[in-house]
C-alpha cells in the first residue's frame, strides 16, 4: 500500500483504493497469511470438524417434505458438545473438495440426476481457548491426517465397521446395501484419521438423531471423512465489511463472517454499496 492506495502485484500492477477480498475458502489460508503480513488483525472463531453421512433416501421423506435442508442439534452426552446436521441433500452426492495440501467431503443435490441416498454433513463444534486459540492450524492438522490415512483420497466407512473399531475394506463395502456416490475413496477406519473427541461425538449424535429418523444408525450407514467447516478466521469490520484498515474490505466465507451462498453474496453487495456511496460522496 502507498499513499493510501493499494497496488496488486501480477502481471502488470493495478492500483485501487478500494479492495474487496472474498476468496472463499480455498483462498481463505492465503488471506490470512496476507492479512498478518500487512498488519490487519485476525481473530479466532469456532471450526466444525466431522463426517458426511450417507443413507438411503426413503429414511429421510418426512422430514425432507418439511423442510428440504433441515438443522437438527444435538447435545451429546459424553462431552456434552454440539453437533450439528449441515447442508442436506436429498437423493444428492458426495462430492470431494481437493485444497493443495489435503482433501475434504462436502455434498450436492443436482437437478436433474437424483440418486437412490441423501447426505448431510454431521459435524462437531471445536472452539479453542487456552493455550492455543487458532482453530484453522488444528483444522488443517485434522484434514492433512486423515488425507494421509486416506492415501490422498477421502476415508469412507460403514458405520458397523466404526462402532466394532475395525476398518472397512472394499469386500465390506460391497455387502452394504447402500451404494456410495463418491467412489474415489479409501475404505478405511475413521477413528485413525479424527480425533477421538469427535468420532464419539458422531456416534452418539447418530444414536440421537436416530430417534427422529429411524435407521440413520443403522449398520449400512456411510460416513466419508474429513468434512470440515473452516470459517475461523474472522477480521474485525465495520457495518460495511471495512476491515481496521480503510479501503480494504472483506466479504465472503474467508471473512468469517457468514457462510452459505446467499450470505457470502450479500456480504459483497454491503462492501459494493459501500464503496458506491463513498465515491459519490
Ligand atoms: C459442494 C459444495 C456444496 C455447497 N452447497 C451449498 C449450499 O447448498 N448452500 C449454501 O449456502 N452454500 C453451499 N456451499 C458453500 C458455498 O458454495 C460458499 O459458501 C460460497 O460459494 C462462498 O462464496 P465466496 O464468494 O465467499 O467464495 P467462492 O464462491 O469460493 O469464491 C471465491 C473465488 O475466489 C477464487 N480465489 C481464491 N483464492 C484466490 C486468489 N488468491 N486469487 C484470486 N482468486 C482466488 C476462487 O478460485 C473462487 O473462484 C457449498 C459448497 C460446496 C463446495
Redesign the pocket.
Known amino acids: 500500500m502507498k499513499n493510501d492506495v493499494f497496488v496488486l502485484r501480477g502481471n502488470g500492477d493495478i492500483e485501487t483504493r478500494y479492495l474487496i477480498a472474498?476468496?472463499?475458502?480455498?483462498?481463505a489460508y492465503?488471506?490470512r497469511e496476507e492479512a498478518n503480513r500487512l498488519g490487519i488483525a485476525t481473530e479466532y472463531g469456532p471450526i466444525d470438524v466431522g463426517v458426511r453421512v450417507e443413507f438411503p433416501a426413503e429414511i429421510y421423506t418426512a422430514i425432507e417434505e418439511v423442510m428440504y435442508?433441515a438443522k437438527l442439534r444435538v447435545r451429546t452426552a459424553t462431552h456434552d458438545d454440539m453437533v450439528r446436521t449441515f447442508?442436506t441433500?436429498p437423493r444428492g452426492f458426495v462430492?470431494k473438495?481437493t485444497y493443495k495440501e489435503f482433501v475434504l467431503v462436502?455434498?450436492?443435490a443436482e437437478n436433474e440426476g437424483e440418486t437412490e441416498n441423501t447426505n448431510f454433513a454431521l459435524l462437531s463444534h471445536v472452539d479453542l481457548t487456552d493455550p492455543v486459540e487458532d482453530t484453522t492450524e488444528y483444522g488443517r492438522a485434522i484434514a492433512k491426517l486423515a488425507t494421509t490415512i486416506g492415501g490422498g483420497k477421502p476415508i469412507i466407512q460403514r458405520l458397523k465397521d466404526l462402532k466394532n473399531g475395525r476398518r472397512s475394506t472394499q469386500e465390506r463395502l460391497q455387502r452394504a446395501t447402500i451404494v456410495p456416490t463418491l467412489v474415489d475413496v479409501t475404505p478405511g477406519d475413521i477413528s485413525m484419521a479424527l480425533p477421538a473427541r469427535i468420532v464419539e461425538n458422531i456416534l452418539e449424535g447418530l444414536d440421537q438423531l436416530d430417534n427422529i429418523i429411524p435407521g440413520l444408525a443403522a449398520d449400512n450407514t456411510l460416513l466419508y471423512a474429513p468434512e470440515i467447516k473452516f470459517y475461523d478466521t474472522q477480521y474485525p469490520v465495520n457495518r460495511s465489511m471495512e476491515t481496521r484498515i480503510p479501503g480494504f474490505f472483506v466479504?465472503?466465507?474467508?471473512?468469517g463472517h457468514c457462510?452459505?451462498?446467499?450470505?457470502?453474496?450479500v456480504t459483497?453487495l454491503i462492501a459494493g454499496e459501500a464503496i458506491r456511496k463513498r465515491e459519490q460522496a
Open positions: 472474498s476468496p472463499g475458502r480455498a483462498g492465503w488471506l435442508d447442508c441433500n462430492v473438495e462436502n455434498g450436492h466479504a465472503g466465507d474467508a471473512s457462510r452459505g451462498i446467499v450470505y457470502s453474496a459483497g
